[in-house]
């Protein structure tokens, strides 16, 4: 049995994803994709095929001292959420592209919560009540 490599296993991952999450002209795909040095993201109408909005580190506008980082990747997002909006688009299906929802990703996604996309979607931590109750 040949041995896959990472980059492999994220693209099974996003193949699997893609199946369950698709974009339309309303609630487009919100899509990631992550280098080692950038990170990208795009709204995607799947249904006309064709890309509303997208920000990057690779813009010179939004472009730091390195794109391959947490605070980077909250500057994409909240760029991304002021384009969407004035695109006309207030809500998205989140495709974090076969990467693990934690570190930059998800300093994006929840950057785009903060700035106007999904609200009625806040990810909201439980109380050390909640949590003490609960076990």
């Given at each position: 049995m040949?041995?896959?490599n990472?980059?492999?296993?994220?693209?099974?991952v996003h193949?699997?994803?893609?199946?369950k999450?698709?974009?339309?002209?309303?609630?487009?795909?919100?899509?990631?994709?992550?280098s080692l040095?950038?990170?990208?993201?795009?709204?995607?109408?799947?249904?006309?095929?064709?890309?509303?909005a997208?920000?990057?580190t690779a813009?010179?506008?939004?472009?730091?001292?390195?794109g391959?980082?947490?605070?980077?990747?909250?500057?994409?997002?909240?760029?991304?959420?002021?384009r969407?909006?004035?695109a006309?688009?207030?809500?998205?299906v989140?495709?974090?592209?076969?990467?693990?929802?934690h570190g930059r990703?998800?300093?994006?996604l929840?950057?785009t919560?903060?700035?106007?996309?999904?609200?009625?979607?806040?990810?909201?931590?439980?109380?050390k009540?909640?949590?003490?109750?609960?076990?």
């Amino acid at each position: 049995m040949a041995q896959k490599n990472r980059a492999d296993i994220r693209r099974g991952v996003h193949s699997r994803i893609r199946k369950k999450v698709r974009g339309s002209e309303t609630r487009p795909r919100l899509a990631v994709f992550r280098s080692l040095n950038h990170i990208y993201a795009q709204l995607i109408d799947d249904d006309s095929g064709k890309t509303l909005a997208a920000a990057s580190t690779a813009e010179k506008a939004l472009a730091g001292k390195t794109g391959g980082n947490i605070a980077a990747a909250e500057t994409v997002g909240k760029a991304i959420a002021e384009r969407a909006l004035a695109a006309g688009v207030s809500n998205v299906v989140f495709d974090r592209g076969g990467y693990v929802y934690h570190g930059r990703v998800k300093a994006l996604l929840d950057a785009t919560r903060t700035a106007g996309l999904n609200k009625n979607e806040t990810a909201e931590k439980p109380s050390k009540e909640e949590s003490n109750n609960e076990s």
